[in-house]
């Protein structure tokens, strides 16, 4: 069984909709780990109730409860992991973590890269900063992760209208729905190894 890692920060919606395409028997794959940087959120409710093995991950060895990326690392080699997948984790990916996992690393963002990424844009900031820009379209992207935050290869996007959005909270809503559908598509291409990647350019039929 094709084995991935998922990362939260938080809420786990993405979460959700990737255990649910399995569930339904769409996505053949298994949610081995999940990862959190944060102790008590809904994400990690969630694993706990799945029994889906979790840790709570830090570098600050002084806090018990926490495991470090060099344990972590450890777990995936031994769970046999295939793809790690960032959704809204907070924090940056140490380079030795990306340097084992080259090219299995994928993040969802939820703007159209190579626009309204990089350093402290996430959460509603990304939507409202989309949102004053007055763009028509917006949308989730998923890319590979790479030492530069949002800067890996795109694997996929999916365009939303928002051009007859209200407020920034609307956008958030309609990315959303968006990402809900992209991530567990992409997912299931590497499951099926239909993600190729060239020079410059990512395939996926
Ligand atoms: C999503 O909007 C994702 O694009 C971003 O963080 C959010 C995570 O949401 N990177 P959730 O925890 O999956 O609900």
Known sequence: MYKIAVFVSGRGSNLLSIASEIKSGVLKAEIAVVVSNKKDCKALEFAAKENIPNYVVSNLAEEKFYVNYNELIKVFTEQKIDLIVLTGFLKKIPNELIRNYKNRII???????????????????????????????????????????????????KAVDISKVKSAEEIAEKVLKAEHQLLPEIIKRFVENKIQLTDKRVFSD
Request: glycine letters at 12%; aromatic letters at 10%.
């Open 107 to 157: 993040n969802i963002h939820p703007a159209l890269l190579p626009s309204f990424g990089g350093k402290g844009m996430y959460g509603i900031n990304v939507h409202k900063a989309v949102f004053d820009s007055s763009a028509k379209v917006s949308g989730p992207t998923v890319h590979f992760v790479d030492e530069i935050y949002d800067n890996g290869k795109i694997i996929d996007q």
